[in-house]
């Protein structure tokens, strides 16, 4: 079984570019999330769909990010224009239940450094 | 919100001896979940072992437990006989049935595993 896919695994832009994050999640996941940790801080919850749905964006920091997740298969996380703020390691998690203790698989993560 | 405290950046051990994380937690709940994952330099981050708050036995897998004591929302991880592969970052996590599917992290411990 294929894991959780994450491109690019590393992005280096300039700030005021536009860059845009992909998700892989595992087959027949129908939850996928978004987390980011910023350098020596948390991880922290950016939001989560279920299937192309967007169930919970609570965690996302401003209207310069969108996620989406067309069809509920990948997903795709777009931040523009970027920020130096918005430097850190992208995570994409899938899950097959949406139970709270249904674990997360985890991609490798993006990092994203804004210049 | 909820928070979770890793007070220890870096930890080390040798192989084969016995380390124990320390996590706490702070929360007015009295439903939700503990987790341990770790993430090796390789980056993914994977899941080493789950508590549920309503069960008093700790949670133990292999060569992982857990010391979960609810009253002093404290939730550490012993490792026995460490291995060099053991060597990773370790995050903490909690998640509440009532704030959603977010997972809320620690700041993470990195375990270092010497010869």
């Known amino acids: 079984e294929a894991g959780v896919t994450q491109f690019p695994s590393h992005s280096v832009i300039e700030k005021g570019q536009t860059v845009t994050l992909r998700c892989d999640p595992i087959?027949?996941?129908?939850?996928l999330y978004w987390y980011r940790r910023v350098m020596g801080k948390e991880i922290k919850f950016l939001l989560h769909?279920?299937?192309?749905?967007?169930?919970?964006e609570s965690g996302m920091p401003n209207n310069r990010f969108l996620a989406e997740r067309t069809g509920g298969t990948y997903s795709t996380l777009k931040v523009q224009p970027a920020e130096l703020e918005d430097s850190g390691v992208y995570f994409c998690a899938s899950s097959q239940y949406g139970f709270s203790n249904s674990p997360l698989h985890f991609g490798n993560g993006t990092r994203l450094t804004v210049t | 919100a909820q928070t979770v405290t890793q007070s220890q950046p870096e930890m080390s051990v040798q192989e084969a001896e016995t380390v124990t994380l320390s996590c706490t937690y702070d929360t007015s709940e009295s439903d939700y979940y503990l987790f341990w994952y770790k993430q090796p330099p390789s980056r993914q981050m994977i899941l080493v072992i789950r508590?549920?708050?309503?069960?008093?036995q700790n949670a133990t897998e292999n060569r992982f437990s857990v010391n979960f004591q609810k009253a002093a929302k404290s939730f550490s991880l012993k490792i026995s006989d460490s291995q060099l592969g053991d060597a990773a970052m370790y995050f903490c996590a909690y998640r509440s049935p009532n704030s959603g599917y977010a997972l809320n992290f620690g700041k993470g411990t990195s375990l270092l595993v010497t010869p």
């Open positions: 087959s027949g996941h129908d939850n």
């Open positions: 508590q549920e708050a309503y069960k008093q």
């Open positions: 769909f279920v299937k192309e749905s967007k169930q919970d």
